[in-house]
């Protein structure tokens, strides 16, 4: 089992993705992703987001907002639990970072981008910039395709 965050990070009609071109045999190689990582031990939630957008970014952001949690299941690799945030800041100014290139997309192109099947689906709940909260349950096949989800 792996605790993870993802925060998706807006200035204006911007949201801060992260392309993942940079590691070999990445499991997210060529994915567009927001920032996050792994919680450390413990870390809240809470804590692990604003960690990761620091060290992923420079930016230093003072409020995050909780959008949901999704469960990935995978046949052959832990479950992943992740924490889903939202976050706005003035700034455009980021670090180089060793995940991959991050880069300012327009919020009307972020669902055009690759990602991963099962972040087309909460995506518009963070995109939109919804009160509700969600939690996902998305399943993948041993080809990472996506095989079923349910929304609870």
Known sequence: MALTTVTYIRNQNKILMLHRVKELNDFNEGKWLGVGGHLELGETP???????IKEETGISIDE????????????NKETDY??????DTETTETIITSEGVLQWIPVDEIMNLNLWEGDLLFLPYVLDQSDKIFS???IYDENGNLENYRFD
């Open 82 to 87: 992740i924490f889903v945030y939202r976050a």
């Open 136 to 138: 996902v349950k998305v």
């Open 46 to 52: 809470h804590e692990a987001a604003l960690r990761e």
């Open 64 to 75: 995050i907002i909780l959008q949901g949690i999704v469960t990935f299941v995978y046949p």
